[in-house]
């Protein structure tokens, strides 16, 4: 089994609906971020925590927001969908030396 | 605040012909240095990792690294690429205290020709 599990791997919505794209890790790591993932643009960050009661805004966080419901569980809401929102999603966790382990993703279209 | 600058997009290389793939970073203060690896449709996975030590770090698929610090660089090289290592590489780096976010380059896209 993957150490960071992604659920689910391609979706695709309507605008304005609300969508959750869901993280479960076995690593046992309390660090775990969302980033998603554009061609040419690399990896930007969405939000990050850094323990069940820690949640920080990344660079692109508006139009997001998460929930850390466990050490193992970090969750991605999408309030109202947009076109622009359609990239590939990241999870990750990362040690204390900062090496980032992540999820195989999800691809996210918006219609 | 730490940024790091991958400076080529896209780079093709023949097929056992060598690679470089160029990173630099921006920190006033030590960092940890990254490389991973994203073949199509999958994750990001470690290639190596430079924490302390030796400059030259060698990981997995025979690629290697070396950090230099008074250049802010950690190149990526092979000396003889395969069909199989095209994919998009990303160098990351995170600060050594304070903040453990990882901050990643935008990513080279490595498309070996046979």
């Known amino acids: 089994d993957a150490d960071v599990t992604q659920t689910p791997r391609n979706r695709i919505t309507k605008t304005g609906k609300r969508i959750m794209l869901e993280c479960s890790q076995t690593k046992g790591h309390d660090r775990m971020y969302w980033y998603r993932q554009d061609p040419g643009l690399g990896l930007r960050l969405i939000y990050y925590s850094f323990d069940v009661k820690d949640i920080n805004k990344g660079e692109i966080s508006d139009g997001y927001s998460v929930s850390r419901q466990a050490q193992a569980k970090f969750s991605l809401s999408l309030e109202s969908a947009i076109p622009n929102q359609t990239a590939l999603y990241f999870c990750?966790?990362?040690?204390?030396?900062?090496?980032?382990?992540f999820g195989q993703g999800t691809r996210l279209t918006v219609v | 605040a730490q940024s790091v600058t991958q400076l080529d997009s896209q780079v093709p290389v023949f097929e056992e012909a060598p690679v470089e793939l160029r990173c630099n970073y921006s920190s006033s203060v030590s960092v940890y240095l990254f490389w991973y690896v994203q073949y199509p449709n999958q994750g990001l996975q470690l290639l190596l990792k430079y924490l302390s030590g030796s400059t030259l770090v060698k990981g997995i698929n025979g690629f290697e690294a070396e950090f230099n610090k008074s250049q802010t660089s950690f190149h990526l090289r092979k000396p003889s690429v395969h069909i199989s290592d095209t994919a998009e590489y990303f160098c990351a780096v995170r600060l050594t205290g304070g903040s453990y976010i990882p901050t990643f380059g935008r990513g080279t896209s490595l498309i070996v020709h046979p």
């Open positions: 990750a966790t990362s040690d204390s030396a900062g090496q980032a382990f």
